[in-house]
């Protein structure tokens, strides 16, 4: 139990366009999701906490025009990436929330990796 | 100064051999500590999870904080090459399912 699944896997794209990612929640409703970004050899940093029906909290320094969130039901949150840039290159990675754990664990998917041209 | 140091290695060891993996931190405020195994292009998956300060062990795998000198670590007896993989600490000022820092994770190979 407690799977989350993004797509896709893995995308390339032009500059200037814009690119969708998609984080669900499989077999559990997940009021919360995260979204992070992990730059090679570097840590995961948290870039907005997305609240099911309300808007996303974006971390300092992340643009919330350029990486919009859209958390509209229990089971899917996106990410759009607008007008991408090649230093918007990255492996993106979305948690979920559970309530089931005791300790409130978050569950992670297997990650976007993201090309720009 | 980062908040969560982590030597990113890599760190290559013998099978069976006792694997010490450890951060450090600067916040004081943080109170749950966690360590995530990520594989080659997959997201991370959580290994062990502490609150406060002392000892957890779940098989091969023992967590040990100490906050009095903001320092954390994991050990992994009896290592298999099924370990190999980047180890990732993250912490929490307010559980498991909030923001997380991580550190920037210690990559293992175990080998044959």
């Known amino acids: 139990g407690a799977v989350v699944s993004q797509h896709p896997s893995w995308v390339i794209c032009k500059s200037g366009t814009s690119v969708k990612i998609e984080c669900r929640s499989l077999d559990f409703q997940a009021t919360t999701m995260f979204w992070y970004r992990q730059f090679p050899k570097q840590s995961l940093m948290l870039m907005a906490t997305s609240n099911e029906g309300s808007k996303a909290t974006y971390e300092q320094g992340v643009e919330k025009d350029k990486f919009l969130i859209n958390h509209a039901s229990l089971t899917l949150s996106t990410l759009t990436v607008t007008s991408a840039h090649p230093e918007d290159s990255s492996f993106y990675i979305c948690?979920?929330?559970?309530?089931?754990?005791?300790?409130?664990?978050?569950?992670f998917g297997p990650g976007t990796r993201l090309t720009v041209l | 100064q980062k908040e969560v140091e982590q030597d990113p290695g890599p760190l290559s060891v013998p099978e069976g051999a006792i694997v010490s993996l450890n951060c450090t931190y600067s916040n004081s405020a943080f109170q749950y500590f966690m360590w995530y195994r990520q594989y080659s292009r997959k997201g991370p998956e959580l290994l062990m999870y502490?609150?406060?300060?002392g000892n957890k062990e779940d098989g091969r795998f023992t967590a040990q904080v100490d906050k009095s000198s903001k320092y954390i670590s994991l050990f992994i007896r009896d290592s298999q090459p099924s370990d190999s993989a980047t180890y990732l600490c993250a912490m929490s000022a307010s559980g498991g399912g909030n923001k997380l820092t991580f550190g920037t994770g210690t990559q293992l190979k175990v080998e044959l």
């Open positions: 502490t609150y406060s300060s």
């Open positions: 948690s979920a929330k559970s309530g089931r754990s005791s300790y409130n664990e978050q569950f």
